[in-house]
């Protein structure tokens, strides 16, 4: 157990550097969640357009029904914002647990995933099924609370006024819409023999996967590594030119 535990340690302190947060004392706030929602509308794809306080690249949500009711599965996709500099092809795929707990409500889920200590509130604060949608997550912490915002487009790109309405939703709910970073959604790589695969899900609590997803993601970093050292400057160039040069930063 002790094993397993150091594992999930290690790899929490990795891994939770690739999905955006933003940390604020107190409690989760209050946000409103959308009425009359249908969670059977909002399955299939959805592309990141800006999420809070991210570096990576290539974000996309996949909201899938589970065999049991009122649960569904969420498999989030992107690119490790160190190693999409690099000529490392990877996808790095986290996948969560939906749950409902008040079916008057089907808006306001919870999620779960298995390298976070704690179960997340999970609202959906605006869809309509089709074109966009805006989620806000929030963890509970001993002193403070951890949240995210997501505008997330069927499609990879999205109209600049929606972009603005869903900002509005969330100054709306006191949440502040400049802790985003603009999600890129080019050059995204492909599944196939060439790419690296990192999944993160139930199995990875096992000491054995979990040490096997560490050893992947390490020999990838590993990897990416030595070739920033042989091409850094390319490299420099590359963060250079990215307007999101301050998130890459500070993450």
Same mark, same amino acid.
Request: overall charge negative.
């Given at each position: ?16 550097? !690739?999905?955006? @947060?933003?940390? @604020? ?28 306080? %991210? +570096? $990576? ?17 969420? =498999?989030?996709?992107?690119? @490790? ?8 092809? @990877? #996808? ?6 939906? %749950? =409902? ?8 889920? $919870? ?32 002193? +403070?609370?951890?949240?995210?915002? %997501? ?5 990879? %790109? ?16 006191? #949440? ?16 196939? $023999?060439?790419?690296?695969? #990192? ?13 096997? =997803?560490?050893?992947?993601? &390490?020999?990838? !970093? +590993? $990897?990416?590594?030595?070739?920033? !050292?042989?091409?850094? &400057? ?18």
């Amino acid at each position: 157990m002790l094993k397993i535990t150091l594992v999930c340690f290690a790899a929490l302190a990795f891994f939770d550097r !690739i999905n955006g @947060h933003s940390y @604020h004392l107190g409690g989760c706030p209050d946000v409103e969640p959308q009425r009359s929602f249908d969670m059977k509308k909002m399955l299939g794809i959805w592309y990141a357009i800006e999420k809070t306080d %991210t +570096a $990576s690249t290539c974000v996309v949500y996949n909201f899938t029904q589970t065999d049991e009711p009122n649960e569904y599965e969420l =498999v989030q996709t992107s690119q @490790h914002f160190i190693l999409k500099y690099t000529p490392i092809k @990877h #996808i790095y795929r986290y996948t969560g647990k939906l %749950t =409902v707990p008040d079916l008057s409500v089907p808006s306001k889920m $919870s999620v779960n995933f298995p390298l976070s200590l704690r179960v997340s509130n999970f609202t959906i604060v605006y869809s309509d099924y089709t074109t966009s949608a805006l989620i806000f997550t929030c963890q509970n912490l001993a002193f +403070a609370n951890r949240q995210s915002a %997501t505008i997330l487009s069927r499609d990879k %790109t999205l109209e600049k006024d929606t972009i603005v309405k869903l900002r509005d939703f969330l100054s709306e709910n006191e #949440i502040d819409p400049h802790d985003l970073s603009i999600v890129s959604q080019n050059n995204c790589p492909k599944p196939n $023999s060439g790419t690296s695969v #990192i999944n993160i899900d139930d199995e990875t609590l096992s000491a054995k996967s979990a040490g096997d =997803v560490l050893r992947g993601a &390490g020999n990838a !970093i +590993a $990897s990416g590594t030595e070739w920033a !050292i042989h091409g850094v &400057g390319t490299v420099v160039d590359k963060v250079k030119g990215n307007k999101n040069i301050e998130e890459f930063e500070r993450v």
